[in-house]
Structure formats: C-alpha cells, structure tokens
T-cell receptor, first 108, second 112 residues
Framework: RKEVEQDPGPFNVPEGATVAFNCTYSNSASQSFFWYRQDCRKEPKLLMSVYSSGNEDGRFTAQLNRASQYISLLIRDSKLSDSATYLC?????????FGQGTTLQVKP | NAGVTQTPKFQVLKTGQSMTLQCAQDMNHEYMSWYRQDPGMGLRLIHY???????DQGEVPNGYNVSRSTTEDFPLRLLSAAPSQTSVYFC???????????FGPGTRLTVT
C-alpha cells in the first residue's frame, strides 16, 4: 500500500461546480497534513494546512479524519483559475510524503 | 526576500558527465531537501538536511551527493549522469522537519 494515495483524476467540472478530493494515508502516527497546488511545469505551492478540527480558506475547505486516515479538500464555486494538480502531503516520521496528485480541469 | 532559488533552470548533460544543481534560501530555514519529480511518480525525496553540517538520505539517493556547509545553501551533485536521472528537480526548505515547505522553481535536467 502506498503511504499516501490520491485518485489521479482528471476531474473535469464546469465553472461554479463544487468538487471534492480525498486522500488516504497509511501512517497512523502522522501529525502534519497539507494540500499543495501545482500548476503545469511549476513548483508546488502550499494551498493550506489541514487541522484536526477542519479549516476553511475562502472557497476551500480541508478536513481530516484520523480514525479512517484520510484528508479531504472541497472546492466550492470552481473558477477556471482553479485548474491545476492538487497534491496531498502527509508527514511521515518527520519527512513529508507527497501523493501523486489529483488533476482538476475547470471548463467554461 | 527571494525565498528559495535554484540554478540552472534547464540543463542538458551527456551520460557520464557530472554537475551541481544549486539551491539557496534566505528565510533562515533549518530544514532543506531535494526532490525529483517524474511523470506518474509524484515527488520523491532524494536527500535532506536538518541543519548546517547534517545531511541524510531520502527515498532515492543513489547517484546523488549533497553537503550543507551553511544554513542558506544546499547543493545537489550528480556524480556520473545517467539517462534515468532525466527529471525535474525541486529544492525545498522549511523552518523544521515536517513543517510546511517552500519550493524553488525547479531545474529541468535532460541526460542524453
């Protein structure tokens, strides 16, 4: 089993749609969780950290379920500019483990 | 504040050549790391450092060396380039191991 698993997609959605990504992780001792965004041929950039109580940043909501060992990212009111690859990142014994990413394509 | 910088942006090497990828950060981060990204493989950790003078191997260290003589710089050396090392290389830094990382713009390396 991979340490961090994501559905690679692609997810093709119309503008204004709500889309959700899930990510599962294998290390029950993981303490830090993040979502990164990566545009084509660019470096990954931090989108948001994921806290135990869940957190929201504008149209983006991240949640953590420790019992089932998954994190999620919800994007509301999708914009064309949200088209990118979203990387789930989990701390594994101090080193960050990156998922392969989920590709989102928002269409007009 | 430039963040994390990497040079060169692009490089073509012949098999057997050696080179050094440069990485520098000006955020006074203790933790620095090198990743490679290949299609379908995600980001894989090559080497990392938790502070000046301390380095350790990641998931795919073979064929690469690192050193950390200062807090700011973390160069990655390819000893004898092979076509399997064709990839995009990212350097990243963070305040501490396991913390949110900031990435450089990447070096696109082709080995022929």
């Amino acid at each position: 089993r991979k340490e961090v698993e994501q559905d690679p997609g692609p997810f093709n959605v119309p503008e204004g749609a709500t889309v959700a990504f899930n990510c599962t992780y294998s290390n029950s001792a993981s303490q830090s969780f993040f979502w990164y965004r990566q545009d084509c041929r660019k470096e990954p950039k931090l989108l948001m950290s994921v806290y135990s109580s869940g957190n929201e940043d504008g149209r983006f909501t991240a949640q953590l379920n420790r019992a089932s060992q998954y994190i999620s990212l919800l994007i509301r009111d999708s914009k064309l500019s949200d088209s990118a690859t979203y990387l789930c990142v989990v701390d594994g014994t101090g080193k960050l483990i990156f998922g392969q990413g989920t590709t989102l394509q928002v269409k007009p | 504040n430039a963040g994390v910088t990497q040079t060169p942006k692009f490089q073509v090497l012949k098999t057997g050549q050696s080179m050094t990828l440069q990485c520098a950060q000006d955020m006074n981060h203790e933790y620095m790391s090198w990743y490679r990204q290949d299609p379908g493989m995600g980001l894989r950790l090559i080497h990392y450092s938790v502070g000046a003078g301390i380095t350790d191997q990641g998931e795919v260290p073979n064929g690469y060396n690192v050193s950390r003589s200062t807090t700011e710089d973390f160069p990655l050396r390819l000893l004898s380039a092979a076509p399997s090392q064709t990839s995009v290389y990212f350097c990243a830094s963070s305040y501490f191991q396991g913390g949110e990382q900031y990435f450089g713009p990447g070096t696109r390396l082709t080995v022929t």
